[in-house]
């Protein structure tokens, strides 16, 4: 066959990162097996999952590493973000804690990895309106500022959560 033909294999490296119950398994849950867990239990060590994603009409692997929020679950850290050229990183609209939190996981992620991962700032759990603690607007002045995409999603009910994770793959690709 000639060389056109032949099917480029591209695999990228994407974390999950973000305080505990953020929602960050269920985002990933959502977006590879379109599957939700209401009582999921805190991540304990590393999980990754596997994702072929059509970008451009190119066949694209997205490897999604995910991990504990709570630092005594987490494996080690250094081998986490090694080699990845992507990260969503994770607060929950309805626990303002978890956006305080952000610039920690960004001083992390900026320790452990390439300054040019493509980073999306993600504001989860938007399908909880009436407990709101996090406006939209100070979740997209943190990412400006930041120079990190951003996006809000929901893994309940699905909205945005595809969109998030191929923002960050087109971005890479
Ligand atoms: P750790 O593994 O401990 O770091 O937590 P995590 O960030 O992986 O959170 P997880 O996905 O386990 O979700 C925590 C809780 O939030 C679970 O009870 C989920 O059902 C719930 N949850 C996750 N995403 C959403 C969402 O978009 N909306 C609502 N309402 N609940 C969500
Ligand atoms: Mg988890």
Redesign the pocket.
């Known amino acids: 066959y000639s060389e056109e033909e032949k099917t480029e294999d591209y695999l990228f490296k994407i974390v999950l990162i973000?305080?505990?119950?953020?929602?960050?398994?269920?985002?990933l849950?959502r977006f590879a097996r379109d599957e939700?867990?209401?009582?999921?239990?805190?991540?304990i060590g590393v999980e990754f999952q596997t994702q072929k994603m059509d970008i451009n009409g190119k066949e694209i692997k997205a490897q999604i590493w995910?991990?504990?929020?709570?630092e005594r679950?987490r494996a080690v850290t250094s081998a986490y973000y090694r080699g990845a050229v992507g990260a969503l990183l994770?607060y929950d609209i309805s626990r303002r804690q978890t956006f305080d939190s952000i610039g920690r996981w960004l001083n992390e992620l900026h320790t452990h990895s390439d300054m040019n991962v493509v980073t999306i700032l993600v504001g989860?759990?938007?399908?909880?309106k009436d407990a709101r603690e996090v406006p939209t607007s100070e979740g997209k002045a943190l990412a400006e500022a930041q120079g990190l995409f951003f996006m809000e999603?929901?893994?309940?009910?699905s909205s945005n959560v595809v969109a998030a994770f191929q923002m960050v793959v087109k971005e890479i690709y």
């Open positions: 973000g305080d505990s119950a953020v929602g960050k398994s269920n985002l849950a939700f867990y209401p009582n999921s239990k805190s991540t995910d991990t504990a929020g709570q679950f994770v989860n759990k938007s399908d909880l999603t929901s893994a309940l009910d």
